[in-house]
Protein backbone atom coordinates (compact mmCIF):
# COMPACT_ATOMS: atom_id res chain seq x y z
CA UNK A 1 0.00 0.00 0.00
CA UNK A 2 1.11 3.23 -0.80
CA UNK A 3 2.14 5.51 2.32
CA UNK A 4 2.15 9.24 2.52
CA UNK A 5 4.06 11.87 4.44
CA UNK A 6 0.33 13.44 4.93
CA UNK A 7 -0.10 13.69 8.92
CA UNK A 8 -2.19 11.40 10.65
CA UNK A 9 -4.63 14.45 12.10
CA UNK A 10 -4.83 15.39 8.49
CA UNK A 11 -6.24 12.23 7.35
CA UNK A 12 -8.51 11.84 10.10
CA UNK A 13 -9.63 15.28 9.56
CA UNK A 14 -10.71 14.58 5.95
CA UNK A 15 -11.98 11.01 6.50
CA UNK A 16 -14.48 13.37 9.33
CA UNK A 17 -14.93 15.71 6.32
CA UNK A 18 -16.08 13.26 3.33
CA UNK A 19 -18.35 11.60 5.75
CA UNK A 20 -20.20 14.87 6.50
CA UNK A 21 -20.17 15.63 3.39
CA UNK A 22 -21.69 12.30 1.98
CA UNK A 23 -24.51 12.59 4.92
CA UNK A 24 -25.14 16.03 3.79
CA UNK A 25 -25.78 14.84 0.13
CA UNK A 26 -23.02 17.57 -1.22
CA UNK A 27 -21.45 15.24 -3.87
CA UNK A 28 -20.07 17.33 -5.99
CA UNK A 29 -17.77 19.13 -3.27
CA UNK A 30 -17.34 15.43 -1.91
CA UNK A 31 -15.74 14.26 -4.78
CA UNK A 32 -13.84 17.48 -5.55
CA UNK A 33 -11.91 17.33 -2.14
CA UNK A 34 -11.71 13.31 -2.97
CA UNK A 35 -9.44 14.21 -6.11
CA UNK A 36 -7.40 17.02 -4.17
CA UNK A 37 -6.80 14.46 -1.42
CA UNK A 38 -5.71 11.58 -3.69
CA UNK A 39 -3.58 14.33 -5.20
CA UNK A 40 -1.73 15.31 -2.06
CA UNK A 41 -1.22 11.52 -1.08
CA UNK A 42 0.43 11.24 -4.36
CA UNK A 43 2.67 14.05 -4.44
CA UNK A 44 3.44 13.42 -0.85
CA UNK A 45 4.02 9.78 -1.19
CA UNK A 46 6.40 7.71 1.02
CA UNK A 47 8.77 5.39 -0.34
CA UNK A 48 9.18 2.47 1.68
CA UNK A 49 13.01 2.19 1.64
CA UNK A 50 14.49 -0.59 4.00
CA UNK A 51 18.11 0.48 3.79
CA UNK A 52 20.86 -2.04 6.14
CA UNK A 53 23.65 -0.36 6.21
CA UNK A 54 26.77 -2.62 6.91
CA UNK A 55 29.03 0.05 8.25
CA UNK A 56 32.46 -1.94 7.18
CA UNK A 57 31.35 -1.32 3.34
CA UNK A 58 29.63 1.79 3.28
CA UNK A 59 33.16 3.59 5.92
CA UNK A 60 33.69 7.11 4.75
CA UNK A 61 30.80 7.14 2.22
CA UNK A 62 28.73 9.87 1.55
CA UNK A 63 24.64 9.53 0.41
CA UNK A 64 22.81 11.78 -1.10
CA UNK A 65 20.08 13.21 1.59
CA UNK A 66 17.71 13.66 -1.09
CA UNK A 67 16.45 12.90 -4.50
CA UNK A 68 16.92 15.42 -6.99
CA UNK A 69 19.53 17.01 -9.36
CA UNK A 70 23.00 18.29 -8.76
CA UNK A 71 22.91 22.17 -9.59
CA UNK A 72 26.15 23.57 -8.12
CA UNK A 73 29.26 22.14 -6.64
CA UNK A 74 31.55 24.92 -5.11
CA UNK A 75 35.12 24.43 -3.13
CA UNK A 76 36.73 26.39 -0.23
CA UNK A 77 33.02 27.32 1.39
CA UNK A 78 33.01 28.95 4.78
CA UNK A 79 29.68 28.52 7.07
CA UNK A 80 29.47 29.89 10.64
CA UNK A 81 27.47 26.91 11.80
CA UNK A 82 29.74 23.54 9.84
CA UNK A 83 33.03 25.35 9.34
CA UNK A 84 35.32 26.38 7.11
CA UNK A 85 37.24 24.82 4.00
CA UNK A 86 34.06 22.91 3.09
CA UNK A 87 32.65 21.43 0.03
CA UNK A 88 29.12 23.16 -1.00
CA UNK A 89 26.90 20.67 -2.70
CA UNK A 90 23.24 22.11 -3.85
CA UNK A 91 20.68 19.81 -4.96
CA UNK A 92 17.46 20.80 -6.88
CA UNK A 93 14.79 18.69 -5.40
CA UNK A 94 11.21 18.86 -7.53
CA UNK A 95 8.32 18.62 -6.50
CA UNK A 96 6.87 15.89 -8.44
CA UNK A 97 9.88 13.46 -6.84
CA UNK A 98 9.58 11.23 -3.02
CA UNK A 99 10.51 14.21 -0.90
CA UNK A 100 11.58 12.33 2.04
CA UNK A 101 15.46 13.99 3.73
CA UNK A 102 17.67 10.89 4.59
CA UNK A 103 20.95 11.08 6.78
CA UNK A 104 24.13 10.81 4.32
CA UNK A 105 25.75 8.78 6.78
CA UNK A 106 25.92 7.93 10.78
CA UNK A 107 26.13 10.95 12.73
CA UNK A 108 24.53 12.62 15.72
CA UNK A 109 22.57 15.81 15.56
CA UNK A 110 24.95 18.66 16.82
CA UNK A 111 22.37 21.73 16.37
CA UNK A 112 18.77 22.66 14.64
CA UNK A 113 18.76 25.91 13.56
CA UNK A 114 15.14 26.80 12.23
CA UNK A 115 15.93 30.53 10.86
CA UNK A 116 14.01 30.09 7.32
CA UNK A 117 14.05 33.60 6.02
CA UNK A 118 13.00 34.67 1.85
CA UNK A 119 12.57 31.88 -0.42
CA UNK A 120 13.81 31.63 -4.26
CA UNK A 121 13.24 29.43 -7.02
CA UNK A 122 14.76 26.01 -6.93
CA UNK A 123 16.45 26.46 -10.13
CA UNK A 124 18.43 29.08 -9.20
CA UNK A 125 21.77 28.77 -7.59
CA UNK A 126 22.21 29.87 -3.91
CA UNK A 127 25.48 31.60 -4.14
CA UNK A 128 23.54 34.17 -6.56
CA UNK A 129 20.58 34.40 -4.30
CA UNK A 130 21.92 33.97 -0.39
CA UNK A 131 25.03 35.17 -0.66
CA UNK A 132 26.28 34.24 2.26
CA UNK A 133 24.20 30.91 3.56
CA UNK A 134 24.64 32.00 7.40
CA UNK A 135 21.27 32.77 9.25
CA UNK A 136 18.83 31.98 6.78
CA UNK A 137 17.00 28.58 5.82
CA UNK A 138 17.05 25.61 8.02
CA UNK A 139 19.85 24.29 8.91
CA UNK A 140 21.49 21.29 10.59
CA UNK A 141 24.57 20.02 11.63
CA UNK A 142 25.98 16.94 11.81
CA UNK A 143 28.61 15.06 13.69
CA UNK A 144 30.48 12.32 12.73
CA UNK A 145 32.92 11.53 15.65
CA UNK A 146 34.45 14.62 15.86
CA UNK A 147 34.09 15.74 11.83
CA UNK A 148 31.32 18.81 10.98
CA UNK A 149 28.79 17.98 8.39
CA UNK A 150 25.56 19.99 7.33
CA UNK A 151 22.80 19.89 5.44
CA UNK A 152 20.66 23.47 4.65
CA UNK A 153 17.40 23.47 3.31
CA UNK A 154 15.75 26.42 1.50
CA UNK A 155 12.29 26.65 0.63
CA UNK A 156 11.10 27.13 -3.08
CA UNK A 157 8.45 30.09 -3.57
CA UNK A 158 6.28 27.45 -5.05
CA UNK A 159 6.96 24.85 -2.02
CA UNK A 160 6.66 24.71 1.77
CA UNK A 161 9.62 24.51 4.14
CA UNK A 162 11.12 20.90 5.34
CA UNK A 163 9.36 19.17 8.34
CA UNK A 164 12.16 17.02 10.30
CA UNK A 165 11.49 14.60 13.16
CA UNK A 166 14.97 15.16 14.46
CA UNK A 167 16.66 17.46 17.81
CA UNK A 168 20.06 18.08 19.08
CA UNK A 169 21.33 15.39 20.89
CA UNK A 170 19.56 12.33 18.54
CA UNK A 171 22.06 9.86 16.61
CA UNK A 172 21.08 8.34 13.84
CA UNK A 173 22.13 5.41 11.41
CA UNK A 174 23.34 6.51 7.73
CA UNK A 175 20.44 6.35 5.45
CA UNK A 176 17.68 6.63 8.14
CA UNK A 177 14.55 8.89 7.00
CA UNK A 178 14.61 12.28 9.29
CA UNK A 179 11.91 14.05 7.57
CA UNK A 180 10.35 14.89 4.26
CA UNK A 181 10.57 18.24 2.13
CA UNK A 182 7.16 19.51 0.79
CA UNK A 183 7.07 19.72 -2.79
CA UNK A 184 10.69 20.29 -2.78
CA UNK A 185 13.13 22.68 -2.97
CA UNK A 186 16.80 23.45 -2.60
CA UNK A 187 19.02 21.53 -0.24
CA UNK A 188 22.62 22.27 0.25
CA UNK A 189 25.06 19.83 1.63
CA UNK A 190 28.43 20.70 3.30
CA UNK A 191 31.61 18.26 3.51
CA UNK A 192 35.01 18.57 4.62
CA UNK A 193 37.63 18.49 2.05
CA UNK A 194 38.83 15.19 2.88
CA UNK A 195 35.83 14.40 0.74
CA UNK A 196 36.49 13.43 -2.98
CA UNK A 197 33.10 13.71 -5.01
CA UNK A 198 31.70 11.64 -7.18
CA UNK A 199 29.18 13.43 -8.75
CA UNK A 200 29.23 16.33 -10.96
CA UNK A 201 26.79 18.97 -12.31
CA UNK A 202 23.38 17.67 -13.42
CA UNK A 203 23.62 14.39 -12.34
CA UNK A 204 20.60 13.38 -10.97
CA UNK A 205 20.91 11.74 -7.55
CA UNK A 206 18.42 9.12 -5.70
CA UNK A 207 18.26 9.88 -1.59
CA UNK A 208 19.84 7.01 0.34
CA UNK A 209 21.14 5.44 -3.02
CA UNK A 210 23.37 7.57 -4.80
CA UNK A 211 27.04 7.58 -3.43
CA UNK A 212 27.82 11.46 -3.34
CA UNK A 213 31.91 11.40 -2.42
CA UNK A 214 34.09 8.79 -0.30
CA UNK A 215 36.82 10.09 1.61
CA UNK A 216 39.70 10.66 -0.43
CA UNK A 217 41.76 7.45 -1.32
CA UNK A 218 38.85 5.39 -0.76
CA UNK A 219 36.72 5.19 -4.13
Not at 172 to 189: A, C, D, E, H, K
Request: hydrophobic share 45%.
Amino acid sequence: MLKSYLPAKFNTFAATLFILLWLFSFYKTLIILIGVYILLYVVLRKSRNDFRDDPVTTRGVIFSPANGKILHIEHNVSHGLYGDQLIEIQIMVSWWKEMGVFLPLSCEIKNLLVLKGRSFLRTRKALYELGSAEGKGVALALDNRGENLGLSFYKCKLGLWPELMVMPGDRGGRRVNIGFFPFGGTVMLYLPQKYEILVKTNDEVTAGETIMAVVQGNA
